[in-house]
C-alpha cells in the first residue's frame, strides 16, 4: 500500500515514485528577481538569514512559483561556526569569512553564540506553517569536514589545503575540532527537526579532497556519529548524505554512515551508482547544474537518462549540485514540466 506520507518524504523512507518527486539545490536564490529584489532591500546575506520572515519568504518563493515537492531551508552550511563563536561574513563579491581562521587547531577560545541557531528554528516553523500537506520541509547542515574546512582556513579553497595540513600534522587538534562541530551539528538538526523539518540533508561539499583512509576519518566517522545521535533523538526522520565528489568511496560512505538517502554529485554516472549502493536505498540527483542552463535538447536527454537509470529504484529528481545564478527560469519551469509526466 503506497505511504500516506507527501511524496518526497514517502520516496525517502524507501517508496518509489513515477513520476520521482523533485527539489533543487539552491532553489531559493539568485536565479529568482523575487529574491534578488528582497536582498537588495534587506541590504545582504545573513540580514535575510537571520530575518526569519525574510528568511521564510525566501524559502516559500521557487515553492509558489514552480511547485516542488520540497521547501529548502534558506540558511547556510556557516550558520554553525558561527554559532560556535567564529565571526562571519560575506562581503560584496567575495565568498565567505570566518574570524579568526583557526590554521593553528586552537579553537578553545571561541565564545558560543547559540542564539544564532535560534533565528533558524524560527524560519523552519514559519515555513513549516505555510506549507500544503504535500510538500515536504527539508532542513540542513554542513557536514563536519566542510565547516572543517573553512574554519581552518578562514575562506573557502580551491583544495582544501589549510585543513587536510591540519588533519595529516596535527590530528588530535582537527579531531578535537570535528567532534566540536558533531555535537554543535546534531544539536542544530534536531532543532530544525523539532521546529518542523520532516527530513535533512548533511552537505559535504569538500567530500571530493580527501584520500579514501582520510574519507574514512573525517568524512564517514563523523558523518555516522549524527546520524546515531539524531536517531536516538529522532528514528523516524529521513537524513540524506550528500558527500560532493565521493566518487567510489560512495559504496563505502552509504554502507557505514547510516543515512537514509545518498545524493549524487553530477560527475556520477547514474547506471553506475543503480549497479553499486544497496538496493532500494533512495539515491537524490543528479542533473548537471549545466544542462539545466542548457536545456533544450540537451536538458531532455538528460533528464531522460536519469529517470531511467534509477527507474527501480526510490529517487529524488534533483541537481548535481546547487542551482546557478543565471539558470533561466524557462528552463527550470521545462524541468518541472518533464518531471510531472510518467516515464512508463
Not at 541557531?117 to 516553523?125: M, N, Q
Amino acid at each position: 500500500m503506497p505511504s500516506a506520507d507527501p511524496p518526497l518524504l514517502a520516496v525517502l523512507k524507501g517508496d518509489r515514485r513515477d513520476p520521482p518527486p523533485v527539489w533543487l539545490m539552491r532553489q531559493a536564490g539568485r536565479y529568482l528577481p523575487e529574491y534578488r529584489a528582497l536582498r537588495e532591500q534587506k541590504g545582504g546575506f545573513l540580514e535575510l538569514v537571520y530575518d526569519s520572515d525574510a528568511a521564510a519568504e525566501v524559502t516559500m518563493q521557487p515553492i509558489r512559483r514552480f511547485g516542488m515537492d520540497g521547501a529548502i531551508l534558506f540558511s547556510d552550511i556557516l550558520i554553525v561556526p558561527h554559532a560556535m563563536g567564529q565571526g562571519l561574513r560575506f562581503g560584496p563579491g567575495e565568498g565567505p569569512q570566518l574570524s579568526p581562521p583557526l590554521l593553528d587547531g586552537i579553537f578553545t577560545a571561541l565564545e558560543p553564540q547559540p542564539h544564532y541557531l535560534a533565528k533558524i528554528y524560527e524560519t523552519v516553523a514559519k515555513v513549516r506553517a505555510q506549507l500544503a500537506p504535500e510538500t515536504t520541509m527539508l532542513g540542513f547542515a554542513g557536514s563536519p569536514w566542510t565547516v572543517a574546512t573553512y574554519m581552518v582556513a578562514g575562506h573557502g579553497s580551491k583544495d582544501q589545503g589549510e585543513a587536510r595540513r591540519l588533519a595529516y600534522t596535527d590530528p588530535s587538534a582537527f579531531q578535537s575540532l570535528i567532534d566540536r562541530i558533531v555535537v554543535v551539528t546534531t544539536d542544530y538538526l534536531s532543532g530544525q527537526i523539532d521546529a518542523g523539518a520532516q527530513a535533512v540533508q548533511l552537505f559535504d561539499s569538500w567530500a571530493g579532497s580527501l584520500s579514501p583512509a582520510q574519507f574514512e576519518r573525517w568524512v564517514i566517522a563523523p558523518t555516522a556519529d549524527i546520524v546515531g545521535r539524531l536517531m536516538v533523538r529522532h528514528g523516524d526522520i529521513p537524513i540524506i548524505g550528500f558527500p560532493k565528489g565521493a566518487g567510489a568511496k560512495l559504496a563505502a560512505y552509504a554502507a557505514e554512515t547510516g543515512v537514509d538517502a545518498i545524493g549524487l554529485d553530477e560527475t556520477v554516472d547514474p547506471e553506475w551508482a543503480d549497479a553499486m549502493l544497496p538496493p532500494g536505498m533512495p539515491v537524490q540527483g543528479n542533473l548537471d547544474p549545466l544542462a539545466l542552463i542548457a536545456g533544450g535538447t540537451a536538458l531532455t536527454t538528460a533528464v531522460k537518462r536519469i529517470r531511467a537509470a534509477f527507474d527501480e529504484r526510490p529517487h529524488v529528481f534533483n541537481l548535481g549540485h546547487g542551482i546557478l545564478p543565471d539558470a533561466p527560469i524557462a528552463h527550470v519551469e521545462q524541468l518541472m514540466t518533464m518531471l510531472r509526466e510518467p516515464f512508463r
